[in-house]
Structures are given as structure tokens and as C-alpha cells.
């Protein structure tokens, strides 16, 4: 780091690991995935040709129906113009597209369903070709009536796949793919949306067991989304492993949001946001929601000016402390009781936004190219992207970390020397704001001189800085973050 940097920047480098107990959870693996079916390059094949008539549902159907009376089969999709909507496929059903398929949606349901009803098993939904993929879009909203869309919905099913498809929303409602109860060892990959709504996205995921995502590149809204809707669901999301997943001007990469669902393990590598509000949002849920663990690592945001998206915020709220003050044009705030649109567009606010859990550990953090009215925004740790949001504090408390204030006072003096020396040979953490994870000591009074007259206010403009009440375990070492709360 140039010498040059500002006091703000400088102390990054001296947070050091002072507990590292997510960061090493036991490696997630996928039990089961999809598996492809034995013979399956000799399962009867119908081919199927787009009609000039409007009859695409009843041509695949009666498909769907040949083969199913031979114990199940291939549909091979023709290129060329389907117009099509409320297909529930049976078990041992395999469509597959050749390139330039589309499928437009006609009526507001699902286009495809797995399951559902009924359980079914061996069922697959891929473009023979990744790189020209088959197309399906949803039906355009109209002016009074926000239209639901999915292109797939899975549930009460086994031994699943969606795999080489584009997507094209229409900002409708519901999630593109959605895997809800019963959904189990399944593969979601290579998927690529545009066109979301800020509410929804490309895939969420409700609840289901062994799954596999890879290769999910999603405009609009949240590109891989861990919540529930209900809060009774029996079973949540267990062992999920996903990886690859990519944001463009959207709310985020990835949410974890559990509600009242007890779920099990998540591990999910490489995740980039390009010009969306997070790269990684995660929440404790409304209710009792729980993981057993969620790791995500390798986690990247490149900064946009304009065209994340993100709920409208209300003045007196702590989230538009994310913005700086010179972005804040950009961005529109309300003031009770009336409020405009609920979503709205603006600057990307950093890489990660985490509420305190200690079933989350997020690693290997990287910004590029967020600006430098960023740094020290209240927090936020921005050359790192990481905000602790709502943690042990009212709305309007901002926490505020500045090494060496020992006494919190807002500023780095000799009253913080001398509670280093009033504190020599106590154990590590013993001060607040005290994160070197060593014995008090040198290493303390070292950084107390080095940051004499080192105020918030060379951060946050502000003529008082109001002391936290409950300290806040934040373990940094180079890139890497872990963010832990006790289990309540």
C-alpha cells in the first residue's frame, strides 16, 4: 500500500486474525447431483417441430405422452419460434433445444415444472449447445398488473437438471427458476438472465437437498437467492454447493435470507458483481432462521455509478450511511409517512453487506475501482466492501472502528496510551476496540503513537461520534473476513 494512502486506509493492515473458527469449517461437498441416466443415448427420441398453428403445448404434450408410455424418452426441440406455457413434465422426460429455440410464455404460470403435483424422478432441461443456447422470455407486464413468471419451477423431485439456457425476464414477478420442497439432488448451470425486476431474479432456492450451481450469470435483481417465502417449511436448503455466480446492475450476486427454516450447510466460490448493489447480501432472517454453516469465498465487486438497484431509502435510515455524500444526488430518499417507488437505481454501495452470524464466514474480499469518497463511510469498511449492518445498535447509531481509540472517544490521544499502560499484560481483546489479537502490550502503545490525532472526524465529517455498547469481533488478515455472532 503507498505511503501515500490516508490515515483511514492505513490500519487495515494491522487487524489481524483473532478468531478463525468459520473460516475453518469443514469443506462442503455434494453428496449427490444429477446423475445422467444409464442408456441415455439410447432413450427413444421424438423430435419436435415449432407449429405456425398455436399448437406447441398440445405437440409437446402429446410427446411428453408417447414417450412416457415407453417408460420415458428425449423430446429434441427444433430451432424455431414455440409459443407455449404450463408444461409439467413427467418422469424420465429429458427435453432438450437445439440452438435458436425460443419459447415465449404465454399465460402467467410456469413454463416448465418439475414435480410439483407429483413426484418426479430423471427429468433434465438443457440446449444441446452452451454456446448457443435455446431462449425463453416472459410475457410483458401490462400497465395495471405485474405478470408472474418462471421459466422453471421444481418441486418434489429427484434426480433434476436445468442446464444451457437463456433467460428473458420481463422485471415480472417470481424468481426465473425456483426449487422449492422436495426438490433433491439436482443441478442448476449455465444459465444466463437479463431483464429482472430488483425483488426477484434468476434462481431461489426455498428448499432442496444436493444441489449443484455453477456458471449463473443473472442482470437484475439477485442472481442466486437463499431464502424462503413460507415459514413453515418442513425442510430448508441442505448442502447446497454453488459456484461461479455473477451480478450485473442488480441487488446482488448472492442473498442468504433463512426465515423460521432450520437449514443445513451452503458453500459457494467465485462471486463477482459488476455495477450492482452488493456482490454478497446476507441477513439473519425475520424469524428464527438459521444455517448450520454458509461459506462463501472469493467474493468481487467492480463499482457502477448509476444502475444498481436497491430499495428506496428513508432519511432516517442507517443503509443510506453506505452512500457518500458526493453520490448522494444519485440516490433518492423519503421522509415519513409518504414514500415513492419502492425500488429505485443508483450507485453500487460495496462488495459485501453481512448481519452479524455465526453460521456465515465470508472470505477473500476484493473492490475494484469503488471510489475514494468510499473509504471511511460509517459502517462500512470499503477498501474491503465488508458492513456490519445492525449489529447490537439502534438504526441510527453508527459503529464506527478507529484503531487505536482505545477509550472510544473519537479520537486517538494520550488518554488511550495511558489506558494501554493501565492494561499491560491483560490478555488479548481485554480493551475495547482493541483487534491485534495479542497480549497488551507494545504492539498496542506502538499503534496508539503511530496514530496520534487520528479522529473520525477525518472519516465522517461529523462532530460526535456515539460510543457503541457492545463490542463487534471483526477478523480481517489481508483479504479475508469472518463474520460471527452467538448462536441465540
Not at 23 to 47: K, Q
Not at 80 to 104: F, W
Not at 136 to 164: G, Y
Amino acid at each position: 500500500m503507498d505511503e501515500q494512502t490516508s490515515d483511514c486506509e492505513t490500519w487495515f493492515p494491522r487487524l489481524v486474525i483473532f478468531f478463525l473458527a468459520a473460516l475453518f469449517a469443514n469443506p462442503i461437498t455434494v453428496l449427490a447431483d444429477y446423475e445422467t441416466p444409464a442408456g441415455f443415448d439410447n432413450l427413444p427420441t421424438v423430435s419436435l417441430s415449432a407449429s405456425s398453428s398455436g399448437d406447441d403445448l398440445t405437440n409437446f404434450n402429446d410427446a411428453m405422452a408417447s414417450l412416457s408410455s415407453q417408460g420415458g424418452g428425449i423430446i429434441l426441440m427444433e430451432a424455431g419460434d414455440y409459443q407455449m406455457s404450463g408444461i409439467d413434465l413427467e418422469s424420465n422426460i429429458h427435453v432438450r433445444m437445439k440452438a435458436g429455440v425460443t419459447i415465449q410464455q404465454t399465460t402467467a404460470t410456469n413454463v416448465f415444472t418439475i414435480g410439483n403435483r407429483t413426484t418426479a424422478t430423471n427429468v433434465s432441461i438443457a440446449g444441446v449447445s452452451d454456446s448457443d443456447r435455446p431462449l425463453i422470455r416472459a410475457l410483458q407486464p401490462t400497465a395495471a398488473n405485474e405478470s408472474d413468471f418462471r421459466a422453471v419451477k421444481v418441486a418434489n423431485a429427484q434426480n433434476f437438471m436445468v442446464s444451457n439456457l437463456n433467460i428473458r425476464d420481463e422485471q415480472t414477478r417470481f424468481s426465473t427458476i425456483n426449487s422449492a420442497e422436495g426438490s433433491n439432488e439436482g443441478t442448476i448451470e449455465n444459465i444466463k438472465m437479463t431483464g429482472a425486476g430488483p425483488g426477484w431474479g434468476l434462481y431461489q432456492v426455498q428448499s432442496g437437498q444436493n444441489i449443484l450451481v455453477r456458471n449463473l450469470d443473472g442482470e437484475g435483481g439477485f442472481t442466486l437467492r437463499l431464502e424462503q417465502d413460507n415459514d413453515d417449511l418442513p425442510v430448508g436448503i441442505q448442502n447446497l454447493v454453488a459456484e461461479n455466480i455473477i451480478s450485473r446492475n442488480g441487488r446482488a450476486a448472492v442473498l442468504v435470507a433463512p426465515k423460521s427454516t432450520t437449514n443445513g450447510t451452503v458453500d459457494i466460490t467465485n462471486v463477482r458483481s459488476f455495477g450492482s448493489q452488493w456482490a454478497v447480501l446476507s441477513t439473519d432472517g425475520k424469524g428464527d432462521g438459521v444455517f448450520e454453516q454458509v461459506n462463501i469465498s472469493n467474493v468481487a465487486a467492480t463499482f457502477g455509478s448509476d444502475d444498481a438497484q436497491f430499495r428506496t431509502f428513508r432519511q432516517d435510515g442507517n443503509v443510506i450511511d453506505f452512500v457518500p455524500n458526493n453520490l448522494r444526488g444519485n440516490v433518492e430518499a423519503y421522509d415519513l409517512p409518504s414514500k415513492p417507488e419502492k425500488f429505485q437505481t443508483g450507485p453500487s454501495m460495496g462488495v459485501v453487506s453481512a448481519e452479524l452470524a455465526d453460521w456465515v464466514s465470508i472470505t477473500d474480499v476484493e473492490p475494484a475501482s469503488f471510489p475514494e469518497s468510499f473509504e471511511c463511510q460509517p459502517d462500512v469498511i470499503n477498501q474491503f466492501g465488508v458492513s456490519l449492518i445492525r449489529a447490537q445498535r439502534s438504526a441510527n447509531t453508527p459503529l464506527v472502528i478507529l484503531p487505536g481509540d482505545y477509550n472510544t472517544d473519537g479520537v486517538v490521544d494520550t488518554a488511550d496510551l495511558q489506558l494501554v499502560e493501565n492494561n499491560l499484560g491483560n490478555p488479548a481483546g481485554s480493551m475495547f476496540n482493541d483487534f491485534l489479537g495479542t497480549t497488551i502490550g507494545d504492539a498496542q502503545r506502538q499503534l496508539v503513537l503511530q496514530r496520534l490525532g487520528a479522529t473520525t472526524h477525518n472519516c465522517l465529517g461529523a462532530s460526535s461520534v456515539p460510543e457503541p455498547s457492545t463490542a463487534i469481533l471483526l477478523v480481517m488478515s489481508g483479504l479475508v473476513v469472518a463474520i460471527k455472532r452467538r448462536r441465540i
